[in-house]
């Protein structure tokens, strides 16, 4: 049996043998984070900071970034964010799950709009990433929450704010995934935003609560560019499962599920079962923020209400199909308003004759016939 000198002397090199697993640790995680930001600098990312301070031992190994600045190309949207601090930490136990915090210090975030760009000011009591990844480097979890978010403009001085944001990723790691296995699960939640005067919504300035339950089917190469990635994925047939979503926006409630896949020109076009309350009065605030005209809201009133039967609690509810198609969403045969186009995909108009999507077709009962 060891006697109590022996038990100092292993107990000794334990420890030594521990701090050099951390600094071990410490100086891969430095050199990660180094791969990282050159990675993205090459996909159009440029991302600076000051010296990288480790601290956190024994049980964490944290990276403290001063000076942290992100500036996008104008092909990545060419938006710019910068902040006084950012916490990057890891477990030595689980070293491959990173979390990164980012409610330590202010946000300034600018973004291009015509010829003068928005510039916003963000602070949150929480906001918090953790990414977990695999030894290919491929993002196997991401989990995001944020609460107590407050977003002032700095030109008109309008504040959005927002109560709390919970965000979860998984990647199924598939051997060989075929176009209907699953390979991406996502799920949000988002509680009580308050949008700013100057924001411009269509609707109440408050959005009480979206909830998104959704899986994408086909494999998404993550070894590629983003336009190369999603058109490969729709080359596959690949598509988007929407189990659920939920919008409380007043005076609109919404529920629907359906599918959503891209266009020829990477755009979104789907079909959505949905069930909506509140639609007259969202026609309405349409109509007043000048996203419909004036004899489209009423067009749309009419048809819609023809549509529409009370429920048990004697509100009208219309069950209806969406459909998003050509950067427009329909609801039934109301076409509801123009969709912005994202920021991915060929330039418009450069696809042609092949860009031109057929048109769908609902029938009496309320079912969609599209050309695939």
């Not at 031992?57 to 990276?63: E, G």
């Not at 977990?132 to 929450?145: C, K, M, N, P």
């Not at 108009?349 to 599209?370: M, Q």
């Amino acid at each position: 049996m060891p006697s109590a000198v022996g038990w100092l002397v292993l107990a000794a090199l334990l420890a030594l043998g521990y701090i050099g697993y951390w600094a071990f640790v410490g100086m891969t995680f430095r050199q990660a984070i180094a791969a990282t930001i050159a990675a993205q600098s090459a996909q159009g990312l440029t991302i600076t900071h000051g010296p990288a301070k480790l601290e956190g031992f024994p049980l964490r190994i944290k990276a403290i970034l001063s000076e942290v600045s992100a500036v996008a190309d104008p092909a990545r949207g060419g938006w710019t964010w910068r902040t006084d601090q950012v916490v990057l930490s890891v477990s030595p136990m689980q070293p491959r799950v990173t979390r990164i915090e980012l409610d330590s210090a202010p946000h300034r975030i600018t973004l291009p709009g015509g010829p003068v760009s928005r510039t916003l000011f963000a602070r949150a009591d929480e906001a918090a990433i953790d990414v977990a990844v695999r030894g290919s480097g491929v993002v196997q979890e991401l989990t995001a929450d944020v609460s107590n978010l407050r977003v002032e403009s700095a030109s008109a001085g309008g504040v959005s704010t927002l109560e709390r944001l919970a965000f979860d990723y998984a990647h199924s790691p598939l051997w060989d995934p075929g176009p209907r296995d699953v390979t991406e699960e996502v799920s949000l939640t988002l509680r009580n935003l308050s949008l700013a005067p100057d924001a411009g919504v269509p609707l109440g300035s408050v959005i009480e609560e979206v909830r998104v339950e959704a899986v994408a089917l086909g494999p998404i190469p993550h070894d590629r560019s983003l336009d190369q990635a999603l058109a490969a994925w729709r080359k596959q047939d690949g598509r988007v499962r929407l189990d659920q979503l939920s919008v409380v926006w007043p005076p609109l409630r919404l529920q629907a599920a359906g599918w959503l896949g891209l266009d020829v020109a990477l755009q979104p076009e789907g079909a959505l079962n949905a069930r909506i309350e509140g639609f007259t009065a969202a026609i309405d605030s349409l109509h007043d923020q000048r996203v419909l005209r004036g004899r489209d809201a009423t067009m749309a009133k009419v048809l819609l209400g023809g549509m529409a039967r009370p429920g048990p609690d004697g509100i009208p509810r219309l069950e209806v199909p969406l459909v998003v198609r050509a950067q427009a969403l329909w609801a039934g045969p109301v076409k509801v308003m123009a969709l912005p186009r994202m920021p991915w995909g060929p330039p418009p108009g450069s696809l042609g004759a092949e860009g031109v999507r057929p048109g769908f077709e609902i029938d009496r009962e309320g079912k969609i016939r599209t050309e695939q």
